[in-house]
């Protein structure tokens, strides 16, 4: 089949992400002689620089990983949690119904910058200032902005001009979006300070470990506080002050937790836990795999049952996300079990279904109240929050992500996330705006991911591990909101079952559905609605209308920007997105 790139293969080290300058600054890292851990900081401090509009500095990472000398996969809990006056009652005095998608009350605890950290000091080999220097580098010379950066900015240039003025001095310096080579030397700067604080202890670990508290116990934090009592403009169409507070920072710290799994086959298939959405990948496995029989691809091109099929495992396992999954206690053990499975995979029929039809878990399940009344509700321009692509297939605003491997057997997969530059305004002494996580949370109490202070949102972002036959073999993981654990999926089953390579398996057609409720303001939801890339084929388009799918069409090359590292036999392999022109895998 025809393919946008060869899938790589070598021996020394493979890394795959949604920006070349971040592929290559990781692989730039392992011929110095890091490993795969100093070479993923790294590069995920430069998505920060290069994708603005997709990570920041204030946002979170999530992420899944081996290492040489132990197979066991682990998480890293890189999602911060609500602040400890966030709460239902504050919402509802505002006369909210639903989080704003943007500005400072969605703001969680930043995430990322703790755990990049503590994922260098523990697993990687090199000094901060050794995998900072990049990114510092792009921030400070400037760093060429793909055309998306100013396509996001045009998108709300009338918000920045009339509501947030320092977003418009940073990212439309002569009244226009900012283009071409982009200088953020006040973001260099918070950098630098960070390091000198970091470097004023001896010793690697140690000197990680103060770069850590010079933020979250800091100077960072105080701007934080100060900035966060302004009020601005958000989704709501009002003025509202934020919620974090210096304290807020300085009670949390990145961890380190046990993923979800399943085995299916020879293959174990590893994601994070239910506080994400990570196991409805899972789920959509377990449920397939009763199907495998029925399950084919044709020069890399999927036959219409499969998608059908995939179709109806996906709103069956989202809806059990939105019944049972967050940070509380989610009955994984039932969700995954085999009974629960088959009696789920006998609803799936030869038809498209138009219910929210979770499973009865731990006791009946229960849904949000307001969920009938977001059917088909579009989202506004101006300030969105909404990290995923239109169903269309146009960004609204995204993730990043990126994989790495070595030599040794290192493999990591990371989506950082959060802190876009549309989400929220700039704090001007910081170079940087915070996230808008928050949106996630449901404000009607009772549920699973119901918001509660110092609680964690039910993330999106949804990294991916495999082992074959017990030893550690892919990586992968895309951004897109909703989207990744069914262009993941997309993946699974052109690799796993379509016999693909990691670039075809990526290249091959995507699809989705938008038949649950989204994770992003304004939660809206489209019952029997498949996006679909058209090279699927004119005639498998006419039989999914036929089984009652409302198709939309997004083109042929619009839905997914996944990755992939691979490591079997000695041999280490790398594949990445063409669609969008940004995605690049390096290696040798």
Known sequence: ?????????????????????????????????????????????????????????????????????????????????????????????????????????????????????????????????????????????????????????????????????????????????????????????????LLREAESVSGREAQLDAGRRAWSQGFVAEEIESFSRQAFRDDSGRDHAGLLTGEDLASWSATYEDPAYVDVDDWRLVKMGGWTQGPALLQQALLLHGFRDELSYVDGVPSERTVHLATEAAKLAFADREAWYGDTDVPLDVLLSPSYTDARRALIGDSASAELRPGD???PARLPAILDSLQGVAAGGGATGEPTVGPQGQTRGDTVHLDVVDAAGNLVSLTPSGGWLQSSPTIPSLGFCLDSRGQMFWLEQGLPNSLAPRKRPRITLSPSLALRDGVPTLAFGTPGGDQQDQWQLCFWLAHTYGGLNLQESIDSPAWHTTAFPSSFYPRAWNPRELVVESRLGASTLDALRARGHRIVDAGDWALGRLSAVSRADGVLRAAANARGMQGYAAGR
Not at 16 to 27: E, P, Y
Not at 30 to 38: I, K, Q, S, Y
Not at 161 to 185: I, Y
Request: proline fraction near 9%; glycine fraction near 12%; charged fraction near 15%.
């Open 1 to 193: 089949m025809f393919t946008t790139r060869p899938e790589l293969t070598g021996t020394f080290g493979m890394v795959a992400s949604t920006h070349w300058l971040a592929s290559a600054t990781g692989m730039a890292v392992l011929e110095d002689g890091g490993n795969a851990f100093d070479a993923a900081v790294a590069a995920g401090f430069v998505l920060q620089v290069a994708e603005p509009h997709l990570c920041g500095p204030a946002g979170q990472v999530p992420g899944l990983f081996v290492t040489a000398d132990d197979p066991t996969p682990r998480a890293l809990a890189g999602q911060g949690p609500s602040p400890a006056g966030a709460t239902a009652a504050h919402f509802a005095s505002l006369g909210l119904d639903l989080i704003p998608g943007s500005g400072l009350l969605p703001a969680t605890v930043p995430g990322a910058w703790d755990a990049w950290l503590l994922l260098l000091r523990d697993y990687g080999t090199k000094p901060l200032r050794a995998v900072l220097s990049y990114a510092i580098g792009y921030a400070r010379n400037g760093v060429p902005l793909v055309s998306r950066v100013g396509d996001t900015i045009s998108a709300v240039s009338g918000l920045f001009t009339e509501h947030w003025p320092t977003s418009a001095a940073l990212w439309m310096p002569d009244g226009k979006p900012a283009s071409g080579l982009h200088r953020n030397p006040v973001l260099a700067d918070t950098w630098e300070r």
């Open 361 to 363: 878990a731990r006791g």
